[in-house]
Structures are given as structure tokens and as C-alpha cells.
């Protein structure tokens, strides 16, 4: 079954606007959401410490507050990682990019990984918990463990990259991705996704959601 074909409004629902960066001004941030407004995206995703403002900027614009937990290293505990949730919701968040513990994983100790997403989940109340894996440290088994862990735990999707690390977002890991949570949760691609080639590449692969930095642009390339 073929993908139809994209358009501005069906690709900018698609999207996560990542403004993360940790230098990001109180200006930065309207211009972001003001943006982010604009276009229509799915979210804007930005740091715990920019929930509230960005959640009172973007009243009544239809775009959701994303943040982020663990971020971008994975390795704080599972209790502050919740604590850090429980935050965010009570700051008005949305959904919840958390980075599960890649030591953990890479040591084998799933149990550990899938309660680290639990405390997260929970703490989420219902609201969407996307699990950051950050594919490059890890093989595909790892990848593939990582996979069902966040399943098993109630997270929503699967993520590919935090943005930051040594590598992002692949073909290849999005695919596996996919194959592994089939419909069971959705995919997230981000890192180092700024040109449409590289959107479409990432929806055919399977993702169903988008982080990019480079969100106007990529949108501008689509109308042209």
C-alpha cells in the first residue's frame, strides 16, 4: 500500500519542531512557537524548563507541548525520570520524549529498561510517552529488545535519536523499527532529518512521526 502523496498540511502534522537546544532564549522560544503555530505542526518540542511558557504561547493554536525526561543522556534514575514527567505534566506537557537507560540495555537487564519506562508511563497519566533509544549505540538486538521493553511498558512510540549523540536517524533503524513494534506503537525518526528527501525516506521506511529542527524549510522545499 502506497503512502499518498504528501502535502504541506498532511507533512507539517507529521512533525515534532524540536527546539531543544540549551542556549534557547525566552525570544527564541516565541519565535518557535509562533512558528510552530503558523506552519500547524503536531508539537513543538522543548525543554522541561519551557513547558509552561510555550504551553501559554501556543493556547488555542492546536499544536502540543512535547518535553523531554532523561534527556539527552538516559542515565538519571527511573524515579527522576518521573519526577521529571510529573513536572511536565503539571506544567500543561502533552507528550513525554524520555531516554531509556542504554547501559541498561546494552548490559542485557530489559527488566531494568522496561521499569525505568514504567515509572515514565505512569507518571505520564495517559498522555503519549515516546522512548528514545538512541539507535547508534546500539546493535540491531539491543535496538530490537529496547523495541519491545517500550511496548511492553505502555509507551506509544518508538524514537530513533535524541539529536545529540554520534549518529541519527537511519533508513535502516527506522525500518527495523517498525518491523519490530509492527502496529503496536508508532515510530519516530529525528536527528539530522532537514531536507524532504530525507522526510520521504523516513515515511516510507515507516515512521509516523517526524523530529526536525529544519521544519520550515523542508516544508518550503515540499511547496516548491
Known sequence: MHEPKLTRESLAVRVDHAALKPELTRNELRAACEL???????SICVQPCN?????????????????????PLGATTPRAKAAETRQAVLDGADEID?????????????????????????????RCV??????????????????????????????????????GATVEDVRLLRNTVGSAAGVKAAGGI???ADVEAMIAAG???LGCSATEAILDELSA
Open 98 to 126: 524520555m531516554v531509556l537507560n542504554i547501559g541498561r540495555l546494552i548490559d542485557g537487564d530489559v527488566g531494568y529498561v522496561e521499569r525505568d519506562i514504567a515509572a515514565v508511563v505512569a507518571a505520564a497519566d495517559g
Open 51 to 71: 513547558v509552561a511558557p510555550a504551553k501559554a504561547m501556543l493556547a488555542g493554536s492546536g499544536v502540543m507541548v512535547g518535553t523531554v525526561a532523561g534527556f
Open 194 to 196: 532537514r531536507t524532504l
Open 36 to 42: 510552530v503555530a503558523r506552519l500547524r505542526t503536531a
Open 130 to 167: 515516546k522512548v528514545i533509544l538512541e539507535c547508534c549505540c546500539l546493535t540491531d538486538e539491543q535496538k530490537i529488545a529496547g523495541c519491545k521493553a517500550a511496548v511492553a511498558a505502555g509507551a506509544k512510540f518508538v524514537k530513533t535519536s535524541t539529536g545529540t549523540a554520534s549518529g
Open 207 to 209: 515512521a509516523t512521526r
